[in-house]
């Protein structure tokens, strides 16, 4: 568990990441100059993807993101926040655990002192936000990330597999019998 999958390039690129999240607000059009193969935005002269280093004689540009490519996108941050979303609940469940362990407490032993019971809707407000901030942002965040990120690994082959027959349909017969003939990159260990 140490840390975000070292092995392989991640799919979408850090560069990638955040401009698609800004023309899913609406705040970037969706246009430019983007790798034919990860879509990460190259330089109008560039020949080389600064991310996945395929050549724009392998991967034509194109000026837009495909649409189903934003499919991609959008179910993995789903499946993060729905990770995410899981483990803040079960810190406000934890809070709320604290708070009638605390009014218990108070009602058994401490003769229903009003401090006590102060107190405990303090642990249920405080606490239910912080352990849900620590549970949600920090563990949740972790694994919700390592979930998406495989199965984003998984979609992103067929993916992969659909566009190459499409790009190149003469391969397309082949490829049922054998895997295409690798056009080969540097990420093309994995
Ligand atoms: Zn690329």
Redesign the pocket.
Known sequence: MSGHAESSLPIFSPRLDELMASMIAGEAPNVGRF?G??Y?PVGKKADV?P??A?TTAQYAPVAKIPGDFFVLYRRMRRRESIVVNSFAFAGLGIGLLLFVGIVALGVYRYNASLWVMAASVAVLIVGGRVFAGLLGGWVGDQIGYDIAQRKLAVEWEAYERDREARLRPTARSRADAEPLPAVSGPAGGN
């Open positions: 790798c193969y990860c990460t993807c991310h996945c395929r």
